[in-house]
């Protein structure tokens, strides 16, 4: 099973601060890295697919990077609608994993 | 707009079997090269895959749950369902329903049921 470690697990931000939260895989798994926003009581929302690829009516502050086994993704401008906990993907191979989860707080 | 909605019983006791169904709307299950899996969260913890029916029929398990899951799919209700058997307080968690794409939507999960919290408690 691969094994997605998030960093870090929590993190209070100011609005229009900048957001980097990372995803380290267990092994290599390519760009098969994705990342959900899930706020308090709603299910989780697809964010980016594919390490860096932009989904549909995602606002474009989201952001995505890295291959291999390191990955980020990058909020830019924090809004307050951002508060949320943040999980990475990977479905590189089965069982499908999840991160840990990364919460940010508004300030 | 495809929509995923669960439902059945929020409690269950211990050593019982936990059944729920996820009704799909706005497309048909069958159509498409999709999956369509479980997922559950404890409260205020992380989401675990628990396994996944293709239109085929054809499933894959977690294999930490294997021993005890059985997801099975009813094309004519649209319909697809979770069967876990002899649960414990540990199978305590909000249960979520979701589609998830083939290769070229990086088998990302891209529609999910609102999640519906089943207790395990004599």
């Known amino acids: 099973e691969i094994v997605l470690t998030q960093s870090p697990d929590f993190q209070s931000v100011t609005p229009k601060e900048k957001v980097t939260i990372t995803c380290r895989a267990s092994?290599?798994?390519?760009?098969?890295l994705h990342w959900y926003q899930q706020k308090p009581d709603q299910s989780p929302k697809l964010l980016i697919k594919?390490?860096?690829q932009s989904i549909s009516g995602v606002p474009s502050r989201f952001s995505g990077s890295g291959s291999g086994t390191d990955f980020t993704l990058t909020i830019n401008s924090l809004e307050a609608e951002d508060a949320a906990a943040y999980y990475c993907?990977?479905?590189?191979?089965?069982?499908?994993?999840f991160g840990q989860g990364t919460k940010v707080e508004i300030k | 707009q495809v929509q995923l909605q669960e439902s059945g019983p929020g409690l269950v006791k211990p050593s019982q079997t936990l059944s729920l169904t996820c009704t799909v709307s706005?497309?048909?299950?069958?159509?498409?090269?999709?999956?369509w899996s479980w997922i559950r969260q404890p409260a205020g913890k992380g989401l675990e895959w628990i396994g996944r029916?293709?239109?085929?029929?054809?499933?894959n398990y977690n294999p930490s749950l294997k021993s005890r899951v059985t997801i099975s799919v009813d094309t004519s209700k649209n319909q697809f369902s979770l069967k876990l058997s002899s649960v414990t307080a540990a199978d305590t968690a909000v249960y979520y329903c979701?589609?998830?794409?083939?290769?070229?939507?990086?088998?990302?999960?891209?529609?999910w049921g609102q999640g519906t919290l089943v207790t395990v408690s004599s």
């Open positions: 979701a589609r998830q794409g083939g290769y070229s939507y990086g088998f990302t999960f891209d529609y």
């Open positions: 706005g497309g048909s299950i069958s159509s498409g090269s999709y999956y």
């Open positions: 029916i293709y239109t085929s029929g054809s499933t």
């Open positions: 092994q290599s798994i390519g760009s098969s």
């Open positions: 594919y390490a860096s």
């Open positions: 993907h990977q479905s590189s191979s089965l069982p499908t994993t």
